[in-house]
């Protein structure tokens, strides 16, 4: 059930969506989608032989037309000319949605300087690059625009051995938050979306690698009891980008199973007492009297 679209046909129709990072895992499932329901979609990252790959097979699987550019999402002038190139190719860019990251489970003090820089720049000063730019291009232009951020939901909590990871993503979450109410008042709606595990080569490979795979059981920290569908945040993704969500402004929508609150929850460990666990521990708390 959680496989199937949830749009209507043509709920994105002729809109004009750049999706960073769409060559693979969750950006190319989304565009994936964004395709099936009549968006024109353009992938930017700095691998051109997997965007172009990723474009053929979209466009044979959709029908739809896919831009693909190459991009290093750091570089202000990579992104400016990315998007005179969207200009001159739809004469419009609709929604700006940022979700290249870049990511590796480390203690922290095993990491070098550069090491935080590399994660930080794609994550957090790619999103504010790509956000100036685009921004500045539907102001002066008088064009309303949406602005989709990914985050995760350390972004609020903050994890160890992803600590880059994490400062990047409560910096774009903070921008998400900031520009959603500075500009409004140019139509500009900025939203996030916090994921919880959901399985990519991208980010399997960096943060559950196989050694670690199977101790780490991450489903098992996921109330649901299983990792999310590529479709369920494609749906959620489509719906933040299309017109049936104007009204939502500044809002970021967690999609884990409800992970990061089992996490937070002071009992939540209890799941593993028996039924006959609870009766002893039931007698024992009904006769707590007095103290
Ligand atoms: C310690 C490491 C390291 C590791 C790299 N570095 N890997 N340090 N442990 N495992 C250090 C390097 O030694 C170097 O520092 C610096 O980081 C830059 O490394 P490069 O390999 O030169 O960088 P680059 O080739 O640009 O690759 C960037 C990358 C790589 C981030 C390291 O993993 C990448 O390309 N990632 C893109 C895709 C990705 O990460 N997807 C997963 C997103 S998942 P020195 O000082 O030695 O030169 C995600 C999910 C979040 O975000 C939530 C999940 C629930
Ligand atoms: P992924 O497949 O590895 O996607 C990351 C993308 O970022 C790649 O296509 C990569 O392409 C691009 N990228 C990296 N550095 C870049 C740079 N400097 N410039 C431009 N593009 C760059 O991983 P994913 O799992 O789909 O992650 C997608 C998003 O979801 C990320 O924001 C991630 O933080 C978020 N997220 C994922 C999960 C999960 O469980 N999968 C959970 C929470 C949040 P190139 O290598 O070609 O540049």
Known sequence: MYNEPM????ALKDKVILVTGGGTGLGRS?????LQLGAKVVIASRKLP?????AKEL????????LALECDVRNYL????????????????????????????????????KAFDVVIGIVLQGTYNFTLAVGKHWIEQKQRGTILNIVTTYAWT???????SACAKAGVLALTRSLAVEWAKYGI???????????????????????????????????????????????LAA?????????????????????????????????????????????????????
């Open 158 to 164: 903050g994890s160890p051995y992803v600590v880059p």
């Open 189 to 235: 709606r900025s939203n996030a979306i916090a994921p919880g595990p959901f399985p990519t080569k991208g980010a399997w490979d960096r943060l559950f690698p196989e050694p670690l795979r199977e101790m780490m059981k991450v489903e098992k920290k996921v109330p649901l009891g299983r990792v999310g569908e590529h479709q369920e945040l494609a749906n």
């Open 50 to 54: 997997v965007l172009e790959q990723t």
């Open 78 to 113: 990579e992104v400016e000319k990315t998007l005179q190139a969207i200009i001159e190719k739809f004469g419009k860019l609709d929604v700006l949605l940022n979700n290249a990251a870049g990511n590796f489970i480390s203690p922290t003090e095993r990491l070098s300087p």
């Open 30 to 34: 989304m565009s994936k989608y964004f």
């Open 239 to 291: 719906y933040l980008v299309s017109d049936f969500s104007s009204y939502v402004n500044g809002e970021v929508m967690t999609i884990d199973g409800g992970e990061w609150l089992k996490g937070a929850g002071e009992f939540s460990h209890l799941d593993i007492l028996t039924p006959e666990m609870w009766d002893v521990a039931e007698k024992m708390v009904r006769g707590a009297k007095g103290s």
């Open 59 to 66: 466009e044979e699987e959709t029908g739809g037309t896919v």
């Open 7 to 10: 749009l209507k046909d043509n």
